[in-house]
T-cell receptor, first 120, second 116 residues
Framework: GAVVSQHPSRVICKSGTSVKIECRSLDFQATTMFWYRQFPKKSLMLMATSNEGSKATYEQGVEKDKFLINHASLTLSTLTVTSAHPEDSSFYIC????????????????FGPGTRLTVL | AQSVAQPEDQVNVAEGNPLTVKCTYS??????LFWYVQYPNRGLQFLLKYITGDNLVKGSYGFEAEFNKSQTSFHLKKPSALVSDSALYFCAVRRNYGGATNKLIFGTGTLLAVQP
């Protein structure tokens, strides 16, 4: 149980285009989803916290107009990188916290496999 | 300020030898502590967690971690390393204040290299 998927796993796009990354909780409902960015050989940087039905909370220094987050249902959150530039190239990882039930104990986060974004 | 420290960027160990990956934390209150492993171009996989109870926590793939409150440490250990254990390991702490949005604070990661 507690499987999180991301789509696509890898995307290459041209500078100036927008890219949407999906994060889905496959076998549980997620009250909260988190979006992280990871640079090569670096730790995870939390970008934003996404709560179902409300606006995302962005970390300091993260441009909310550039990284649009939508959490339309308890199983899906999307991250859209708008007008992508080469400096946005990175590994983006989402995680999800279960809503209710035994999995919700301690609000543990379950991570997706990540999306490699390359902007040319 | 809340923080997690992994003092070693890389740990090298021979296959069959015991391994330790160090982690110390600084969080007010009682923390929830986690270890995750990341293989190349993959997301994070959960290894183990400490919430309360026994200080020695056993997790996946034969890993265990010892919670030491006085030293504010949560070192990851394995009695006998395998080459397949080679990966990037992250220690994380979650602030325990209830509610639905408890953020994880990650360490900088330690690359474990197990030589055959």
């Amino acid at each position: 149980g507690a499987v999180v998927s991301q789509h696509p796993s890898r995307v290459i796009c041209k500078s100036g285009t927008s890219v949407k990354i999906e994060c889905r909780s496959l076998d549980f409902q997620a009250t909260t989803m988190f979006w992280y960015r990871q640079f090569p050989k670096k730790s995870l940087m939390l970008m934003a916290t996404s709560n179902e039905g409300s606006k995302a909370t962005y970390e300091q220094g993260v441009e909310k107009d550039k990284f649009l987050i939508n959490h339309a249902s308890l199983t899906l959150s999307t991250l859209t990188v708008t007008s992508a530039h080469p400096e946005d190239s990175s590994f983006y990882i989402c995680s999800a916290t279960p809503h209710g039930g035994i999995l919700s104990s301690y609000n543990e986060q379950f991570f997706g496999p990540g999306t490699r974004l390359t902007v040319l | 300020a809340q923080s997690v420290a992994q003092p070693e960027d890389q740990v090298n160990v021979a296959e069959g030898n015991p391994l330790t990956v160090k982690c110390t934390y600084s969080v007010s209150g009682n923390p929830y502590l986690f270890w995750y492993v990341q293989y190349p171009n993959r997301g994070l996989q959960f290894l183990l967690k400490y919430i309360t109870g026994d200080n020695l926590v056993k997790g996946s793939y034969g890993f265990e971690a010892e919670f030491n409150k006085s030293q504010t440490s949560f070192h990851l250990k394995k009695p006998s390393a395998l080459v397949s254990d080679s990966a990037l390991y992250f220690c994380a702490v979650r602030r325990n204040y209830g509610g639905a949005t408890n953020k994880l604070i990650f360490g900088t990661g330690t690359l474990l290299a197990v030589q055959p």
